[in-house]
DNA sequence: GTTCTCACA
DNA sequence: TGTGAGCA
């Protein structure tokens, strides 16, 4: 068994999860719902988690407590699986294109990140200036 | 005992 | 997001 299948094996139930993340069990089925997390089902429809469901869980759960909100958390994940599949096909390239590219896209996925988490922040901050005019 | 879906004084 | 109902 290699270790990637190791860390997407289908292994604990929700309540599992709940004490490993500190989220509740409503927070973990809303993330699913809004396609955040893809846990596994039993033959009995319960929701079996792997490791890298509870890595994201708990990456979802920071940004949640930095006062991100769904929509930009997905984004932020989204952006995140750009940057991991670039790599991936950049992984793939000759040695010295990838040399080329890997610095140059580097620097632009850095920037892109820092660009997305600005973004998010002066949203977030917005919400909270509205409920404060809304109060 | 636990989890699931659905719905909302 | 919490919570309770009614199942499996």
Sequence with gaps: MGRQDRRTMPLFPIGIVQSLTDLSARQIRYYEEHGLIHPAR???????????????????????????????????????????????????????VKKDLSDRELREMLKQEIFEAGRLNKASLRQGELSRFFH
Excluded at 66 to 93: D, F, P
């Design 42 to 96: 039993t033959g009995s429809n319960r929701r079996l988690f792997s490791f890298e469901d509870v890595d994201r869980l708990l990456e979802i759960k920071e940004l949640i407590d930095k006062g991100v909100n769904l929509a930009g958390i997905k984004e932020m994940m989204a952006q995140k699986e750009v940057r991991a599949s670039t790599l991936k096909s950049e992984h793939n390239e000759s040695e010295n």
